[in-house]
């Protein structure tokens, strides 16, 4: 007791004189310039508007390099939303998108394969069935932040002999259910898809489409099967919000997902912009402030980070295409998780798949990308471009390329209303040598009307060239 009232009695003493002690020596001030203006200190510490600014700058970079590492999940955030509020689509329900007008919410679709798409809710509904048909099928089972958990068809387990996937939600499990492929998901919420790659696509919607089902499972029986149905012509987007909607979508993600390992000094930082997991996100003045600056900033970078990738080199020397896509499967390479990766492809892209990457000549598919003609100037589309594709495409299944919009990623709206040009059209016109010229412009070069797509005067486009079952001479770069 006579040590606690001593110790409090000598440190109030001690407070009370340091206070009350008279100035002996003039204060010492320095001031430091920094890229972020003047700093001053006194006595070697920050003066109260020098702390201010340090950490408003703090929380701005914080933001800025948050709206990167958030674009996976935001981006199937919004076209999860869309799923449930605008197609008013039941949980685990596919949908089908296999026009023009169905696709033009997804972020650079090919114009020419039709989808199939689900989201489902794994908390609401427990383990879920995906039935996939034997045949021409490509898809996969991604989590909340776009990471493959399973590839489905061709390059599946299955091996495009058709099969039946369980979907168990995170911590459920481990299950006895034979005559299933088991997935055990990293996420609540969860997107299972597919492409159809038949020649015949006509005949791959009628055929394989209703084979598509999905239903509920449980160890004591399986619920009614759902069908597949058309998404339908409603207006809708999956592009990542700007502005405080970027961080509304991405709280949500957060409310709703579990907090991954690798993502918990990230979740420290956006804690003082008032996003934090099981609290309302109520951010002061502020926190707006910074969020909405953090926002443009963000997002500027990923323009920078995906049109002009410093993470990948040309595919061809001496040219401006580059793989488009840069990021693994489950986001990591040998000694770091790959941000600027992920972010490069899921700033102007959604979904991803081992087939996507295939290194299996004759299966699968790979894209390449460029944003710049050949005198490196950014594509415009008040200009005319000739893109010259030499013969024999490497191209086991066909090759396309389409041309989208630099503002939205997605395929532009024209008078046209065909963004691309691909091996399957049946009209397309060959050189001599049995290579093609394909012409981009806001008008057709007479007398080259087949192969011309039109582009929008003064929107920068950029193009995708999709190889569907590559070739050897893609690999080893002998074509092109």
Not at 61 to 87: I, M, T
Not at 206 to 235: F, Q
């Amino acid at each position: 007791m006579i040590r606690t009232t001593l110790g409090v009695t000598l440190s109030t003493a001690l407070l009370i004189g340091l206070s009350g002690l008279p100035a002996q020596s003039q204060e010492t001030e320095k001031t430091l310039d920094t890229r972020i203006g003047k700093l001053t200190f006194q006595s070697g510490y920050p003066s109260q508007e020098t702390v201010n600014k340090l950490y408003d700058e703090m929380d701005f970079q914080r933001a800025s390099q948050a709206y990167l590492w958030g674009l996976p999940a935001v981006g199937l955030n919004e076209w999860r939303k869309a799923h449930y509020n605008v197609f008013k689509a039941k949980n685990g329900e596919m949908l089908s998108y296999l026009d023009f007008a169905e696709k033009l919410g997804i972020l650079t679709p090919n114009y020419t394969t039709p989808y199939i798409a689900t989201y489902i809710d794994l908390n609401e509904s427990g383990p879920m069935v995906v039935v996939v048909p034997p045949g021409l099928i490509a898809g996969m089972v991604l989590d909340q932040w776009q990471r493959v958990m399973a590839d489905l068809g061709v390059v599946g387990p299955d091996m495009g002999k058709g099969g039946k996937y369980l979907i168990l939600p995170p911590g459920y499990g481990p299950v006895e259910a034979d005559g299933y492929f088991v997935i055990q998901s990293t996420s609540r919420d969860v997107l299972a898809g597919f492409r159809l790659l038949d020649a015949d696509k006509e005949k791959a919607i009628a055929e394989l489409i209703p084979l598509i089902k999905t239903y509920t499972w449980s160890p004591a029986g399986t619920g009614e099967p759902m069908s597949v149905r058309a998404a339908g012509d409603l207006k809708w987007s999956q592009m990542p919000p700007e502005g405080m909607p970027y961080w509304d979508s991405l709280n949500e993600v957060i409310q709703r997902e579990p907090v991954e390992e690798r993502d918990r000094f990230v979740m420290a930082q956006l804690k003082f912009l008032g996003i934090e997991k099981g609290k309302p996100f109520k951010p002061d003045e502020r926190q707006k402030k910074l969020l909405e600056d953090g926002a443009v900033v963000g997002q500027a970078m990923a323009k920078a980070n995906t049109t002009d990738k410093r993470v990948e080199p040309p595919f061809w020397e001496g040219t401006n295409w580059k793989h488009a896509l840069v990021v693994s499967v489950d986001q990591k390479a040998n000694t770091y998780d790959q941000l600027d990766e992920r972010a490069a492809w899921f700033y102007e892209a959604v979904v991803i798949s081992k087939a996507m990457l295939t290194q299996t000549p004759g299966v699968g598919q790979r894209y390449i990308a460029s944003y710049k003609d050949a005198d490196d100037a950014w594509l415009s589309g008040e200009n005319n471009y000739r893109l010259h594709v030499p013969a024999n495409p490497p191209a086991k299944g066909f090759w396309s390329v389409t041309a989208y919009d630099e503002a939205t990623r997605q395929m532009p709206v024209t008078e046209q209303g065909r963004p691309d040009i691909s091996s399957r059209k049946e009209d397309i016109v060959k050189n001599e040598d049995g290579s093609i010229d394909v012409y981009f412009g806001p008008t057709a070069p007479k007398g080259h009307e087949t192969n011309w797509v039109q582009t929008n005067a003064n929107k920068g486009w950029f193009a995708y060239f999709r190889f569907y079952g590559p070739t050897e001479p893609f690999f080893d770069k002998s074509w092109g």
